[in-house]
């Protein structure tokens, strides 16, 4: 699989940018192992948002 080292998501609305930064705050801070489909939904949500998505870093096979 592989997965970058730096993911950036560029937003043109500040209230876009703090909502999605909520709601994927609220699934990283919490410890459970299995996050609900709502709580992915949330962030997906927020995410299609995003004006523009970037990846830097090595991407490893």
Same mark, same amino acid.
């Given at each position: @699989?592989?997965?970058? /080292?730096?993911?950036?998501?560029? =937003? +043109?609305?500040?209230?876009?940018? !703090?909502? =999605?930064?909520?709601?994927? #705050?609220?699934? !990283?801070?919490?410890?459970?192992? /299995?996050?609900?489909? +709502?709580? !992915? @939904?949330?962030?997906?949500? +927020? @995410? ?8 830097? #870093?090595?991407? /490893?096979?």
């Amino acid at each position: @699989m592989a997965a970058a /080292n730096q993911v950036v998501l560029y =937003f +043109e609305n500040q209230e876009d940018a !703090l909502r =999605f930064t909520l709601a994927a #705050g609220s699934v !990283l801070a919490d410890q459970k192992p /299995n996050h609900t489909v +709502e709580d !992915l @939904m949330k962030v997906a949500r +927020e @995410m299609v948002r995003a004006s523009r998505i970037t990846a830097k #870093g090595t991407l /490893n096979p």
